[in-house]
Every structure is written in C-alpha cells, then in structure tokens.
C-alpha cells in the first residue's frame, strides 16, 4: 500500500527556513516521479517542485528557483523540500505527490501547513 507522510511545516518569519520532508512507504522513490505541490487560500494547487528517475532530474515553478531546493534520500525513502528566503506568497498547504511505478494513478500526502508572516 502506498503511503506518504509530510512533516516539517510552521510559521516562519519572511527570509526565514524551513525544511519539508515525505516519508513514503509501499513503493521505491528512487524508480518514482515526486513532487510538491502547494495550495494556498482561494488558489488552485499548483507544482512547486518535482524530482524524477534514477538518473536524477529534476524540476521547480518560476517563483521559487533558486530559493526551494528538492532532494531525496533513497536509503530513507524520503523526500525533501528546503525552502529559503521565504516570502508571504509561500503560505499554504504544501502536499506530496507520488507517481510510483508499478502502481495506477497517483498518491498524495495529508499535507503540511506553512505560514510565513511576521
């Protein structure tokens, strides 16, 4: 069965850090597609940031590159998302999204709140 667990949300002042993770259980990350998602109030979810294959690929939205950065731990089974420099449009509820191959369709996580304000 496919499991993801996020952690790691919070309030954080603007300029500030944080570091989100997703324990998956049920399925190998490193033969999947990942990804973090985010919906903040009012808005449509949307992709922030997705890292693929064995040979490592990986992806993010125009408003956060260069202060969010993806990464995984294969012996862990989990995924990461460090997010620096945080802005008040950061704010919403960050989700794990798992493509895992040899299953259908997609999985996703309960999600994780994150608040930047001051």
């Known amino acids: 069965q496919v499991q993801l667990v996020e952690s790691g949300g919070g309030l954080v002042q603007p300029g500030g850090s944080l570091k989100l993770s997703c324990a998956a259980s049920?399925?190998?990350?490193?033969?999947?597609?990942m990804n973090w998602y985010r919906q903040a109030p009012g808005k449509e979810r949307e992709l922030v940031a997705g890292?693929?294959?064995?040979?490592?690929?990986?992806k993010y939205a125009d408003s956060v590159k260069g202060r969010f950065t993806i990464s995984r731990n294969s012996a862990k089974n989990t995924v990461y998302l460090q997010m620096n420099s945080l802005r008040p449009e950061d704010t919403g509820v960050y989700y794990c999204n798992a493509i895992p191959e040899g299953f259908p369709g997609d999985s996703w996580g309960q999600g994780t709140q994150v608040t930047v304000s001051s």
């Open positions: 049920g399925f190998s990350i490193s033969r999947s597609a």
């Open positions: 890292i693929t294959g064995i040979i490592i690929g990986k």
